[in-house]
């Protein structure tokens, strides 16, 4: 898989409540959620964001609830991945569970600026800021979720294990 | 054989190995599955969409939907219907709504649902709750929830645990609260993130149950993936007369091994307040001055159970509370809103001037019942006071023990109880 798009770059500790606040979770249709995608931190987000862009935000993105809706608001706003510092451990979870591409890299998040173009190879883990003429490697990614990433998410290897 | 803690212990059980090591991956056998409103329907379109037909153990699949509830809206009510029909379906054992719903993480202990030794999975991230009996449990999101309800097994990545000892008494007005806000303080909002976190200590094991609720409610708000009290004769005393199925009581290794050991002195710490917009933002109440509030809310999974409104009782009996301030107390579950009835306490606040409120976790995630406005700020026992939390995004939430919150009604802004008593 490989994303070219914007970067939109946040701080810390972006909650799940900024990246879709409860009062919007009456329903679970991605593009119902994706209309309020950071809403309470970026009100121009859901309007302005192209397909393919690329978040990019210092550490724990991601925490607070548990709510699903996180990343499948973002996947649906059209971001192709996330590239952070850390992650909450539930967002990760969820992420992988659910499709969303998510990288660690602490060099590509000091570097990127609003509106950078990023190529992103998530095979590879490779980072390139067009924009900067930088190029990075993110974090590997443990080979127990590139499996399951590999296999389709999660229900898909239950499906292919024979779970059902 | 590898010392290990408690949580290893519980996660090497349920797993079918002798000995589990932090980082190893494992397939883990899980007790009690729960899904609410808000995250459950995800799950059960998940469910569908892959072609499953039976959940695993239709007495282990526990739904509750609790969020949103009494419905708030048309959405609302359509979500709640999603779980009605699914457990009607499934021939859920527990599924609760109408005078039988509670805030999920005080009703499945009350009920004896989930025990201790148990590993409970929940797509909710405060699931972490159960530790307090000696449970291993965790938040998850709705396709973890999915599978397990499928499978009744899910994957877990060993944690590391860090322990927290307290030694010493608690002083006048401190609960478990205060305790676990005091941790967030120091180690931050993703102080413990994957890991587990385990408190003890004398201070620990003379704390009642209510209280341990509080604090492992909160490990999340740390970023851990599990917060852990080693069981005792106060859980014993708790469970014994509600554990719907037996139970285990685990215990660490002395020679366990930690990546961390932080030591408290309970004379060291007075009633915490988190201040805008982290719950890693602590302080000495008696260090908050003169912030003026509009609202206070007396509730949620952490701190609305009957040692909770039995504090708030005790500050407001024969007071009122300020002048344009609104009081909402909300009572956990139908247990406590009755128990509260009958020891007089709803005499106490309404005579104060409060709402009470039908259980609900409503205005603690800006849901309903006690929505902020702009500008406005509100003390609450929640665990959250994230931007636009408990409403309108310039909103403010202070985030502190019933104690607190109920002096800080009665003097229409934030007040250590003793200004009060």
């Known amino acids: ?164 | 054989m590898r010392p290990m803690t408690i949580t290893e212990k519980i996660l090497a059980k349920h797993a079918g190995l002798k000995v589990v090591t932090p980082g190893d991956l494992i397939n883990a056998k899980v007790d009690i599955a729960l899904g609410n409103d808000i995250t459950a329907p995800i799950a059960i379109s998940e469910f569908r969409r892959i072609g499953a037909k039976k959940v695993f153990n239709r007495n282990k699949v526990i739904l509750v939907p609790d969020h949103f509830t009494p419905n708030k809206d048309i959405k609302s009510a359509t979500q709640v219907k999603i779980l009605r029909d699914f457990a009607l379906e499934q021939k859920l054992t527990h599924y609760y709504e109408g005078g039988d719903v509670g805030v999920e993480h005080a009703l499945l202990p009350e009920k004896g649902i989930v025990v201790p030794g148990d590993l409970v999975i929940g797509a909710d991230s405060h699931t972490c709750t159960y530790g307090a009996l000696g449970a291993f449990s965790t938040g998850v999101g709705s396709t973890d929830l999915a599978a397990v309800m499928i499978t009744g097994e899910l994957w877990f990545k060993v944690p590391e645990s860090i322990k927290f000892v307290f030694r010493g008494k608690l002083r006048k007005w401190v609960s478990g609260k205060d305790l676990i806000l005091r941790i967030i303080g120091d180690i931050g909002v993703d102080g413990a993130l994957y890991k587990a976190m385990e408190f003890t200590g004398g201070a620990i094991e003379s704390l009642s149950i209510e209280s341990r609720m509080a604090m492992c409610n909160m490990a999340i708000e740390a970023g851990a993936k599990s917060g852990i009290i080693p069981p005792d004769a106060i859980t014993k005393a708790y469970v014994e007369k509600r554990a719907e199925r037996p139970y285990k009581f685990y215990s660490s290794d002395k020679d366990a091994v930690y990546s961390e050991v932080r030591e408290y002195d309970c004379a060291d710490i007075e009633p915490q307040v988190a201040c805008p917009h982290l719950p890693e933002n602590t302080k000495n109440v008696s260090e908050v001055k003169n912030v003026r509030i509009d609202q206070v809310v007396i509730g949620s999974c952490t701190n609305g159970r009957l040692e909770d409104l039995a504090v708030a009782a005790k500050i407001l009996k024969g007071k009122k509370v300020a002048r344009l301030v609104r009081l909402i107390v909300i009572p956990a579950t139908p247990f406590i809103y009755s128990e509260a009835m009958k020891r007089g306490y709803f005499d106490i606040f309404l005579k104060a001037g409060a709402v009470i409120s039908p259980p609900t976790c409503g205005p603690c995630l800006g849901g309903h019942m006690g929505i902020l406005a702009a500008g406005e700020r509100a003390v609450a026992t929640t665990n959250r006071n994230f931007v636009g939390r408990m409403g309108d995004v310039k909103s403010e939430v202070y985030l502190a023990n019933p104690a607190v919150a109920a002096a800080s009604a009665v003097k229409g802004k934030i007040a250590h109880p003793d200004e009060v008593v």
């Not at chain 1, 409860?22 to 950071?38: F, I, V």
């Not at chain 1, 992420?95 to 000091?110: H, K, Q, R, T, W």
Request: proline letters at 5%.
């Open chain 1, 1 to 164: 898989m490989k994303f070219t798009g914007n970067v939109w770059k946040y701080g810390a500790d972006i909650d799940t409540d900024r990246i879709i606040p409860a009062r919007y979770l009456n329903t679970s249709d991605p593009l119902e959620l994706a209309k309020h995608c950071m809403e309470d931190e970026d009100p121009a987000f859901a309007s302005r964001v192209q397909q393919g862009d690329i978040i990019v935000a210092e550490k724990n993105f991601g925490c607070g609830s548990s709510r699903e809706h996180a990343p499948i608001a973002i996947k649906a706003a059209g971001i192709s991945c996330v590239i952070a510092r850390s992650f909450a451990r539930i967002f990760y979870r969820n992420s992988f569970n659910m499709g969303l591409p998510i990288l660690e890299s602490d060099e590509a998040v000091d570097t990127a600026s609003r509106g950078d173009v990023l190529e992103v190879d998530m095979d590879s883990g490779k980072i390139h800021n067009v924009t900067k003429g930088l190029r990075f490697k993110a974090r590997p990614v443990p080979p127990f979720m590139q499996e399951l990433i590999k296999a389709g998410g999660l229900m898909e290897s239950i499906r292919k294990r024979g779970g059902i």
